[in-house]
């Protein structure tokens, strides 16, 4: 079985399993919900405080809600054995990698697009069609590289004890350039003005360096399968 | 078990100490009488440079050596630069704590303002501190030891990657009041002399608390090597 066949037959398997059960993408949405009512309360959205922060807010709920659909991306460790019985099937460390990093990416993603609908609606954002597509290509490209160290990360904490927590301790100082640039460049999409190439380039440096480290990592991760 | 042996401090270990405090006294002397005591703009505040410039570049040495460490243990799989790496991470957190700490102090001599947020440094290294702590963390949670030796490993090297992107990302979507250059410090030459024996001075001694913690991770896996033998044995008789 060649390499694209089996990533693609991993990823459908993925999609199909969360489209029976919808468990990652629902649970991280609801979340992403919940977070942005209490931040509701946190700054009042009907002030000049709330849109200047709209950016923020989101991007904060995103990575927030997504660190959910990245720590399951290979299933509870004990529970459902996914890692482990991936790992003995004749498919490569890199195909295994590129397809959880692609499922990973769709529930992400796919819970990015549905929550910011909800924050246009809730925070009561007026802008044009242009702009939201903007926002959510940034984000869809951005949710890569987020994902690219996620799942590297999600593989090695699954197996410690109290692993749960320490994904996002890890996780989240190492997405802070990324938040930076991508509020930024969120910031100046829902103001009208013109996309800076610094955040453009922080972003895709950000994908680049950990999605070819990631791959990298990936393989020490899981090397005791080896022996 | 002909491994453990009577804890002695090493002679070397010992003149380290006293070359640590006797460099560390003689720069507090230098700072009291040697350079100017007071600077135009900044002035006495920035006495407290010559604690914060050492302490910063020391975490940047220790940082690398943990990358260092961290390549050669994926590499080899060995337990003697898993050690070095672990003491390095811990005394680099410590060293980021001091210049986070002494920045903040002098930030709020200077500036007025005990944290600015739009510090391209001062955020980079939080962050920095963030993630180390967030290493060293690691290196104590994970109960078995191949396992922990190879994830701590992979999680230095992604730290260190994060280094140049906190700080770009912190420096071009921010702005910052940190001096770039040391022109603002005034020309003495004492400044300059001061300030590079400090560094010298501080590296000593976080060189010293480099090997003690190093040499403590050396007798705590010797122990846990022991302890693992006493309870095989146990474990044999009661069988």
Redesign the interface.
């Known amino acids: 079985m060649n390499a694209l066949r089996a990533f693609g037959a991993l990823v459908r398997w993925e999609c199909v399993r969360e489209l029976r059960r919808g468990e990652t993408v629902v649970s991280m949405v609801l979340f992403a919900l919940v977070t942005l009512f209490v931040l509701s309360f946190a700054i009042d959205p009907s002030t000049e405080t709330a849109v200047k922060a709209q950016p923020g807010i989101l991007w904060t709920v995103f990575l927030l809600a997504g660190t959910i659909g990245i720590e399951r991306s290979f299933g509870r460790e004990g529970e459902e054995r996914v890692l482990e019985g991936l790992l003995l099937s004749p498919v490569g460390r890199t195909t295994i990698y590129y397809a959880r990093l692609a499922s990973t990416w769709i529930f992400v993603a796919a819970m990015e697009t549905v929550v910011l609908v909800a924050f246009l609606v809730l925070y009561n954002v007026r802008t044009d069609l242009a702009t939201v597509a903007i926002v959510l290509l940034a984000a869809w490209v951005g949710t890569l590289g987020f994902v690219a160290?996620g799942v590297?990360?999600a593989a090695?904490t699954r197996?410690?004890?109290?692993g749960d927590v320490?994904l996002r301790?890890?996780l989240l100082?190492?997405l802070?350039?990324?938040f930076?640039?991508v509020v930024?460049l969120t910031t100046q999409a829902l103001r009208g003005f013109e996309i800076g190439s610094?955040?453009i380039a922080?972003i895709a440096?950000?994908d680049l360096?950990?999605i070819a480290?990631g791959q990298i990592?990936f393989q020490?991760?899981v090397?005791?399968f080896d022996g | 078990m002909s491994e453990v042996r009577s804890p002695r401090v090493h002679p070397s270990f010992l003149i380290h100490a006293a070359a640590a405090l006797v460099m560390v006294s003689a720069l507090n002397y230098m700072i009291a009488n040697y350079v100017p005591f007071s600077i135009r703009k900044i002035e006495q505040s920035y006495l407290i440079f010559y604690y914060h410039f050492p302490a910063a570049l020391s975490c940047l040495v220790f940082f690398t050596i943990v990358l260092v460490a961290s390549i050669a243990v994926?590499r080899t799989g060995s337990p003697a630069w898993d050690r070095r790496a672990r003491a390095a991470g811990e005394v680099g957190l410590l060293t980021c704590s001091v210049t986070v700490a002494t920045g903040s102090t002098w930030a709020s001599a200077a500036w007025n303002t005990w944290w600015d947020w739009s510090d391209a440094r001062l955020m980079s290294a939080a962050?920095m501190w963030?993630?180390y702590?967030?290493y060293v963390?690691?290196q104590n949670?994970?109960?078995d030891s191949?396992?922990r030796r190879?994830?701590a490993?992979?999680?230095g090297?992604?730290?260190y990657?994060?280094i140049p992107?906190?700080h770009?990302?912190?420096e071009?979507?921010?702005k910052s009041s940190h001096p770039e250059t040391f022109d603002d410090l005034g020309s003495d030459p004492s400044i300059s002399q001061t300030r590079w024996f400090g560094v010298l001075a501080f590296f000593t001694l976080y060189l010293l608390l480099y090997r003690w913690r190093l040499a403590r991770q050396d007798s705590k896996e010797r122990l846990d090597t022991v302890l693992a033998r006493v309870r095989g044995i146990e474990e044999g008789d009661s069988a």
Do not use: C, H
């Open positions: 160290v590297t990360l090695m197996s410690i004890r109290g320490l301790l890890l100082p190492l802070i350039p990324f930076k640039a930024s610094r955040e922080m440096a950000f360096v950990y480290a990592l020490l991760v090397a005791d | 994926l962050i963030l993630t702590a967030g963390l690691l949670q994970v109960e191949l396992k190879r994830f490993a992979i999680f090297i992604l730290a990657i994060n992107l906190v770009y990302a912190v071009w979507f921010g």
